[in-house]
């Protein structure tokens, strides 16, 4: 069984969306589809279009860029949540000016009392070189400390690369 919390690490197109969305596919529970993504371009409109169909028609889509912890709130003890992504949140908080360590600590605390199972997928931000401006460090700082605290809280914790899962904490359904 799927555990209480899970978290899905890994870079860009690395294949961690897709593994997140086997792993909730597979555990045969009604489906909650949280997106964070914001479309302002036609790349991102095609790229979140890419996702709809990949995910197919048997998901509760929740689209909310910045109150994720609010749709957290509206799952049922039965369903299982696919949070895609905490980088894409944490992103728009940031882009918005809010008080990160308020909205992620809102965050942290809707995980916890979740009547769900909930999946997260974020970046791994952690392998790249320094940030050259003060926004790019300050995100990487934030999403970094967020991770962190989400990995703490997590019974289940895989890095995906290349499309394949490695497991650094707990053990796969």
């Known amino acids: 069984m799927l555990p209480k919390l899970s978290l899905i690490l890994g870079g860009a197109a690395s294949g961690k969306s897709a593994f997140a969305e086997s792993l909730v596919t597979a555990s045969g529970a009604p489906r909650v589809y949280i997106a964070t993504a914001q479309a302002f371009d036609d790349e ?3 790229k979140v279009a890419a996702h709809l ?3 197919g028609t048997n998901w509760r889509t929740i689209e909310t860029p910045l109150d ?3 749709a957290l709130t509206q799952v049922h003890e039965t369903e299982v949540v696919l949070l895609d992504c905490a980088t ?4 728009n908080h940031l882009l918005a000016e809010n008080d990160i360590s308020a909205e992620s600590d809102r965050l942290l605390k809707a995980l916890e009392v979740c009547a769900g199972r ?3 997928v974020s970046n791994e931000v952690g392998l790249d070189v ?3 401006n003060k926004l790019a460090r ?3 700082d934030a999403q ?3 991770n962190q605290a989400i990995a703490a809280r997590a019974d289940l914790a895989a890095l995906v690369v290349a499309g394949l899962p490695m497991v650094i904490k707990g053990n796969l359904p």
């Open 144 to 146: 970094g400390k967020l």
């Open 118 to 120: 909930v999946v997260v």
């Open 130 to 132: 320094v940030p050259d």
């Open 44 to 46: 991102m409109r095609a």
């Open 138 to 140: 300050q995100f990487r």
């Open 68 to 70: 994720a912890a609010g």
């Open 88 to 91: 894409m949140w944490l992103s």
């Open 53 to 55: 169909a990949q995910r």
